[in-house]
Each structure stands twice: as structure tokens, then as C-alpha cells.
């Protein structure tokens, strides 16, 4: 059944859309293996706004043959029912199986019906508050299909919501651009740190000795020695009056998805690290999980949460740090300096104790003078997608309300 609404549109019960849904299957944590057959979508493969991660899939070893009426098609739905509760992304297809994790609710939606309309619909404000309005429980917030499925939604022609769908992937377009372009950008950085400085073709290395593994001129120092840890930090008096919260949520492998902005009044206890321009950010907890990003163009009331360590460095380039502190043995580092069974953690202390092989000063200039400009126009790109994003989010309410025509 469906009524109309102010804007003309007419709402529709969300079952009424709904040609088939699903939980995600739950199989043994366990499952999860490098050399599993089964490619599996969490919740955590899913940004905040909506867009799926395919390369950060991890594989399950499973029995194909039991999930075979789980596995997720071109055009699902996608929503998350606990953790981030409601976040929705739409299923591009990918060249093999992919199965939805346990914590995540697949609809399939009938004919007339834009898959894409819909996931910017339950992403905008309006949206997440009516999936968020069916969430129960208290310690852990959940949604299931009954309550979702019960939900009122607009229903405007095929027509226009293609149009809006369109108009609004237009910039996740050029945000996804951006995105690749950096993710090369850092890549080519990497690549040229191994080859300077792991496989140690550097320029002249041929004239240069190698003794023990080292070559001649290089030291090994620890990063205590090289850069410096959470060098200022504010008091509560200090705080700006409004502030950008960055906490260890908000942070991903290599930048920060997103800031809170709230009065210094509101602020939690651990909002007190500063961060200058090449300092690097790290997470104590959970290092596995790689939650660092290089900080170049801070704001001033930008505040970092204490569950940081915050990186400066003193005698070597910022470019040259945050290539080292991101590598895979100094991750393994942290995690092997980890204490706390349910909540591991390091301290900034151990982040100090870390080894670096520290090249002279004339072969670190020459790398800087490479990679600097990689990571200045990666800051570029990022406040492009900043500046994208925020029309995106500007104009989406206004398309989702009808109050602009397409």
C-alpha cells in the first residue's frame, strides 16, 4: 500500500519493494584462511558511505555447496545489522563468488526499483534515523529483516530515481577517481622506499661497500633516536573552544575518514594529542589493524585522541619515516611488543625501540626530493574528495526530500 507525501512523491512499505532477503550465513571465525576458497564481504569492508572495499575481502575455506543461496548478485542490497547498524552499500558484482557476512542483511529488490536510489536513501540523514528508530538492544544495537522490511520509504518513478542515483554517483565517481589515483601515487612511493632502501639500489650503491648487510655511512639507530613522540598536547583549559575529534575510529590504513566536530565543553578525557605538519598518527591499539595516516596540512583545532602516538620526526624527512613506521616488519614490531590478551596494546615506548637502518643525509635529501611531492598532491587529493564529498552530502538530502527536480 502507498500513501503520498508533501513532496509528491509517493512512500511505499519497504516489503512492498523487496523481491527476496537474507542474513548473512555464520560460519566458525575460524573459517577465515589465506588459502580459503570463498571470498567474504564484512561489515567492516563497508565505509560510511556506502562504498565496498573489494580488495579488502578476506577468504573463508568452506563448503560452496551449503552457502550456494547466499552468495550476493549484481545489485543487492547491502545492509550492515550491528557494529556501524544501517550503514547500506549496493553489490557492484565481482569476477568470483562473494558471500555477505554474518552481520550483514542482503535485499534483492524487484523491478522498478533502483538498487542505487535506495542505498543513498537509507545513507542520508533522514534514512539512517528510521533504521536506526527499529534498532534494538541495549549493549549491542541490532536491526533485523522484519523490522527493516516494515519501514516506510519514498517511491518516486523509475525515472527519478535513476536521475537522482545518477546525479549522486556522479561525485562518488570522482571521489572513487581520486581514490585510485592516490592509491598509485602511494604505491609508487612504496615502491621506490624497497628499492632504495630494502633492496638497497639506491643511487651509487654500486660504489658503495656493504658490511654485515649494511651498507658503508648507514646506521642502525632506534626510532627514538630519529623522531620524537607525542611532543605537545593541550590541557583540558587549552582546548580550542570548538573542536575536530579525531579518534582511533576514525582512522583507516593510511588516513583519516572522518573528523567530529563538538565544543571543547563535550570533548571525552582522551581528546589531547596535537599533531603538526609530518607528524604521523598510530594507533596503540590493535596495531594489526594498521590505523595510522601522515597529518600535512592539519586544521587548528584539529585533536587527536591519547590512544594515539603521534610521531614527529627530527633527524630524517617526514617521507622517510612514514615509509619505515608503515612496513610490514615494524608493524610486526608493535605486534609483538603487544600486552593485554582481550585489549592489546603498545606504548609509545615501544614504538621508540624499533630499529631503523638510517642511510646518510646526502641519499635521504635525494628520496625526499622524490617522494615529497607524491605525498603534497596526495594531500590535494584528499581535500579534493573532502570538498566532493561535502556537496554530494549537501545536495543528497535535498534530492531524497524532493525539493530539488531531476
Known amino acids: 500500500m502507498t500513501n503520498t507525501v508533501s513532496n509528491s512523491w509517493e512512500e511505499a512499505v519497504f516489503a512492498d519493494i523487496v523481491d527476496d532477503s537474507a542474513f548473512g550465513p555464520r560460519f566458525p571465525g575460524d573459517a577465515y584462511d589465506t588459502d580459503g576458497n570463498i571470498l567474504t564481504l564484512r561489515t567492516t569492508d ?60 542482503r535485499f534483492r529488490l524487484r523491478e522498478g526499483a533502483d538498487p542505487r536510489f535506495f542505498c543513498y536513501w537509507f545513507n542520508s540523514r533522514i534514512g539512517q534515523q528510521r533504521l536506526l528508530s527499529v534498532a534494538r538492544g541495549a549493549a549491542q544495537q541490532n536491526i533485523n529483516i522484519t523490522n527493516v522490511k516494515a519501514l516506510k520509504v519514498p517511491l518516486p518513478s523509475i525515472t527519478t530515481q535513476r ?20 592509491q598509485l601515487l602511494e604505491e609508487a612511493a612504496r615502491l621506490l ?51 575536530n575529534y579525531i579518534d582511533i575510529s576514525s582512522v583507516e590504513q593510511g588516513r583519516i575518514t572522518k573528523k567530529n566536530t563538538m565544543p571543547s565543553s563535550e570533548a571525552p578525557g582522551r581528546a589531547r594529542r596535537k599533531a603538526r605538519p609530518g607528524d604521523i598518527i598510530w594507533s596503540n591499539v590493535r596495531p594489526n589493524l594498521r590505523a595510522f595516516a601522515l597529518i600535512l596540512d592539519p586544521e587548528e583545532n584539529d585533536v587527536f585522541s591519547t590512544g594515539f602516538t603521534v610521531i614527529s620526526p627530527i633527524t630524517v624527512p617526514f617521507t622517510y619515516l612514514y615509509l619505515f613506521v608503515t612496513t610490514d616488519e615494524f608493524v610486526g614490531h608493535l605486534v609483538n611488543h603487544t600486552t593485554g590478551a582481550s585489549y592489546p596494546a603498545v606504548r609509545s615506548e615501544d614504538f ?55
Request: proline fraction near 6%; hydrophobic fraction near 40%; aromatic fraction near 8%.
Open 46 to 105: 563497508i565505509s560510511e558511505d556506502g562504498r565496498i572495499s573489494y580488495e579488502s575481502m578476506p577468504r573463508a575455506k568452506l563448503d560452496e555447496s551449503k552457502f550456494v543461496n547466499h552468495f550476493l548478485k549484481p545489485g543487492d542490497l547491502v545492509i550492515t545489522r550491528s557494529g556501524r547498524v544501517g550503514t547500506t552499500a549496493v553489490f557492484d558484482g565481482f569476477p568470483e563468488p562473494v558471500l555477505p557476512g554474518a552481520f550483514l542483511i
Open 163 to 182: 536521475a537522482i542515483a545518477s546525479i549522486l554517483s556522479a561525485y562518488d565517481d570522482l571521489i572513487e577517481n581520486n581514490r585510485r589515483r592516490i
Open 193 to 243: 622506499y624497497r628499492e632504495w632502501f630494502v633492496h638497497l639500489r639506491f643511487p651509487g650503491h654500486e660504489h658503495v661497500a656493504i658490511k654485515d648487510g649494511v651498507p658503508e655511512g648507514w646506521e642502525k639507530k632506534t626510532l627514538g633516536e630519529i623522531a620524537a613522540t607525542n611532543v605537545e598536547s593541550y590541557k583540558a583549559s587549552t582546548l580550542p573552544d570548538i573542536i
Open 352 to 406: 621508540e625501540r624499533a630499529i631503523v637502518l638510517v642511510p646518510p643525509k646526502q641519499v635521504l635529501e635525494l628520496f625526499n626530493e622524490k617522494a615529497e611531492p607524491i605525498y603534497k598532491f596526495i594531500s590535494v587529493l584528499e581535500e579534493e574528495m573532502k570538498l566532493l564529498a561535502q556537496a554530494r552530502d549537501l545536495l543528497l538530502p535535498r534530492l531524497m526530500n524532493g525539493g530539488v527536480a531531476v
